[in-house]
Structures are given as structure tokens and as C-alpha cells.
């Protein structure tokens, strides 16, 4: 497993679209794909799961990758977040 934290810099968190980019992000790969803010775990696959959590701009998350595909999928979201997760 591997992890990493960070913060979200979208002005309005993760509302809607920027939850349901994630996703579509994450499930392009086979790890499992999860993130930790504030000690509640969320499925990265899963919008409803991203929306759940009441990310706002600014907070920070820890994102966990477990599988064979970890590296790379963590890489990926990683750069995706900071990108603005297509917004």
C-alpha cells in the first residue's frame, strides 16, 4: 500500500463534477483506491462515497492505493488533484 496527503485546492471542494472527474480518474485502475479525511475512510470509486465525505476547498486528504497498479495509480491521482481535477 502506498499513500499520500493532500490538499484541495479546488475554490469549491469536491462538489459534483470535480468528485465524479476523481472517480472516473480512479477507476482506471485495479488497486483499490481510498482516501482518509478527518479518520472516515471514502472509496475513490465511488461518487456518492467522495460526495459523503464534505471535502472543502483547502482541506486535506490522504490518499491510499493498494494494489498491483498502486505506483502508478497514485502517481496519476495524485498530479490529477493538483491539475484541479478538470475544472
Known amino acids: 500500500m502506498v499513500t499520500h496527503t493532500i490538499k484541495i485546492m479546488n475554490p469549491t471542494g469536491l462538489h459534483l463534477r470535480p468528485a465524479g472527474n476523481l472517480c472516473k480518474e ?4 485495479k488497486s483499490k483506491i481510498t482516501f482518509d479525511y478527518s479518520g472516515n475512510i471514502a472509496n475513490a470509486k465511488s461518487v456518492l462515497s467522495v460526495l ?16 498491483e497498479d498502486e505506483n502508478e495509480a497514485l502517481s496519476a491521482l495524485v498530479s490529477y488533484i493538483e491539475s484541479g481535477l478538470g475544472e
Open 26 to 29: 480512479a477507476m482506471k485502475y
Open 52 to 67: 459523503g465525505a464534505c471535502i472543502k476547498s483547502g482541506d486535506e486528504i490522504t490518499l491510499m492505493c493498494d494494489g
